[in-house]
């Protein structure tokens, strides 16, 4: 939302906040904030009653901060520690770092470069990881670099060691899985807790599993939809960060779905990536909370 | 699409055909119905190559028709023979007769009612049958007789064979279950094949079975949906009709999914009735054709 | 977001705020309602940087309040005197009071007395005003006065002048123009400033003035649809507070398109209405702020 | 609609015919393709009885074609004479080529070379056109000729003149302009009927005109649209093939309308091109026929 009168995103931070409910988490929050000169630019907060939970995304302009981010970090942390909250501070001037895993389809990965290229996303994509070397030449286009990581069943612990290393060394904060064919590890997954994004081509739940295009045209649906989510052990049960659907009807055949189909996984990816690069993006348990 | 210019509905004729698909088929049929005087007002057709089967609706005028009904019927079944074809005629002069069955639940029934007094649906309501006393008032407000047909564990068969007598005695063409809570027996179903329309509160075949607002909510989806289906023996495995579905999100508790779901399902139902009415659908395995 | 673990609607507040931006009016309106027990639940603000207004919402407990709520609203006067806001403070406890204005299609009227009665609606349908007779069954069947106020160029005036009368004899909080057919003289709707909802039949500001659903045919437009404003002195042209479309196509005449509104209308109008009644509508020039 | 059982598009012939609303119509259609062996595989039509005209859509299998297609011409024209018919007969294995019109805006170009790529278009993209050097360097990516017509009011006559030229020479059939910031005068535009379409970045006939996200933004409308329509000279009054719209709120500034509307703008700007290239639009008057 940025305009003329605002701050630039780099003297702006956000705070992600969760913590059982309680009273006064609000108010010690916002004062916590304005004591060190602070200024909430928004605030939304969500209580989940059935979990008595609290979530909180905060805002805010750091051109006014009375002494460093290190005393700020602290003051918060006093106040986190008082209501046992989970906390993350995101600077605005730390553009995260991305990574993009494909297989053979390009659209998704265009699409995201595409957008980074505009000046969509608040993040960089910094690399391209592929099983195969069908799209090297799309990475290079966009003079990324493209690592090649064929992967069988023999070879799978070691390649995704080297996947893991290569992602450490270039302290990626993001992994997008953009309709990557390969099932990651329950070892590579737990290394990044909520920090994989993978898109689904249905409207999770239905069509779990393979070929959902197929089982949509099988079953007869009259929508089908694209399901973007974090990556978690249990496969195609992870976290929903978003979700969409595209009108299908008795004409369409499964090739016509699939075509559609790639303007979902496009759209619904991208949302997904940009919400958790604004840090808007809370998972908590199989759900999430998106501040909008 | 009834127009100034057009014949009046009760002068028009619906054609629906499903056979082996086969060159000449489209001739065939216009041929016939040209050499009657029957004028076709609109064709619609569909192919589906994997099973083979050709479908098509034809609507078309009766005013300038050479010799009688039979007599068009009889040529009509001789091409079918040739063809091998599934046929059945629509007179634009007989209404649809409609039985809606209920229980708690009252936005589906009025809504129904409200669209059938605004002239929006081809056909008549003439019944409510309900497993509850709760909705007799709404009927009554619309002059509609009301059955009440309690149904419990022991009396099932008993109470079923007493609704079939009525929709028998009524000469009911179409039965609407508007978020009626019993199952019916298999021996109700097949004696109405392509003449039961469900209404499911979720986005099938996601949520299969009980408070699928509630499994929604558990598994934290961003979009809620509504399918009218056709009643068959599998439940919720009919081939459906139509579907709809709208947003969700972390702020929304079940009451909240169930306030928005009542608008879904009306509007869901409603279009599935609307284009049985107007004789739009043919039913097939598990699938629908819908020539909207 | 009524929940279990949620305390009653009765027991809470609201209080909308909006006033020129600047530091701290974030922590200090938290900061007061904390130091009178009142525990935020919910709070959201929104700040337009090119009017350089800020708004916000805060919905809050009273059942740990300290003192009175004229202390409470005390010190809110206080906090906003400094900050230069203007704010209204709206308690649960208090249902607003709804006059619904028809002429004489019944979709928009039914589909308000239906939600009304499904507890859709944080307010209480308490009378009907028509300038047509036709309606009053309907408001009967839902046990609702409804006055017959039948308007002709000469009578205006002295019409309105009853029915403003009426409106304020009823303590009625909000208008809603559910397709009530007559334009009000700008005396009447300055009387109620920001508390009439009108539902226009197009997708504003395409189609302004009459016919709407014809101007759409002739154009050949590929969606029709709907907005929900607030009424003001100039026709059509209210902050519009949602919209919504549907799809039509070539094959739609203007008898399918009005049929086919019907459906936007109803929703459209009732979506707005809900979020004035539950606070969450803040209107400023030609803009509204919707806090969904 | 290909399938393993279905012809080749090579192998097949798609009919379009308009003509004043008659009997008989589709019968003599269907025979006089039945008679030369020509299998129908799919016919639509539409009757616009306020307009009095009669619109088909027919596609059809060309491999049991009795004599050649010349034959098969002459026979449609002897049809065509008697029930005063425009018609035009497009043969599967012409695939139509494509000039895009761009200036500075690169994502409608990516978009419409994309789905070339991946075989979404029945047609080529031939050449590029700019006014701008901004974006060569993406139609060299996809190996693309590439024509820099600079434009200013003095030589804008003698350019468009060039552009025509390039155009016959390349015997394009189809010149999209995608966020081309130009006016194209009325003589290149009449030379070109029904074959130039445009994006505008607007739900139109809503913010005709320049800037329509400021516009829109400055209403405070809550859904934004895109509109593709075929150019005349009348500029935004063309013909309108297809609409979208996303949701907006008062959250939204400018930029970010800016930011989702290029997503609106691809999509609806491709379903206008692959409809158009499948033969399946219709342009008569202010209005099109789009049989999806």
Chains 1, 2, 3, 4 share one sequence.
Not at 61 to 70: I, P
Not at 208 to 215: F, S, V
Not at 249 to 269: F, M, N, P, Q
Request: aromatic share 8%; with cysteine.
């Amino acid at each position: 939302m940025a305009e003329a009168t605002e701050p630039d995103r780099a003297d702006t931070a956000i705070l992600l906040v969760s913590c059982p409910d309680r009273r006064g988490i609000v108010a010690a929050l916002s004062q916590v904030l304005f004591g060190r000169g602070a200024n909430i630019l928004d605030a939304d907060q969500h209580t989940d009653p059935q979990a008595g939970q609290f979530f909180q995304r905060i805002r805010f302009d750091l051109t006014g901060l009375a002494g460093d981010r290190a005393a700020l970090e602290v003051a918060i942390a006093d106040v986190a520690g008082r209501y046992d909250m989970t906390w993350s501070l995101h600077y605005g001037d730390h553009r995260k770092r991305i990574a993009v895993f494909v297989s053979r389809y390009d659209h998704c990965l265009y699409d995201l470069l595409l957008r980074a290229r505009s000046g969509e996303l608040a993040g960089d994509l910094v690399l391209v990881v592929s099983n195969h070397p069908d799209l090297e030449p799309v990475a290079k286009q966009f003079d990324l670099p493209f690592h090649l990581v064929p992967i069988t069943k023999h070879n799978k612990a070691s390649q995704e060691a080297k996947e893991i290393a290569l992602l450490e060394e270039e302290r990626v904060d993001l992994v997008v899985l953009a309709r990557y064919m390969q099932v990651l590890s329950p070892g590579f997954i737990e290394r990044f807790p909520s920090r994989i994004i993978n898109i689904h081509h249905s409207f999770l739940p239905a069509f779990i599993g393979g070929r959902p295009y197929h089982q949509a045209h099988e079953r007869g649906v009259k929508l089908i939809g694209a399901t973007a989510h974090y990556a978690t052990t249990d496969l195609d049960e992870g976290p929903i960060i978003e979700q969409d659907v595209s009108r299908a009807s008795h004409r369409d055949t499964v090739a016509e779905l699939v075509r559609r189909g790639r303007d979902l996984e496009r759209v619904v990816l991208a949302r997904a990536v940009r919400w958790h690069l604004e840090d808007r993006v809370l998972a908590y348990g199989r759900k999430t909370v998106v501040f909008e």
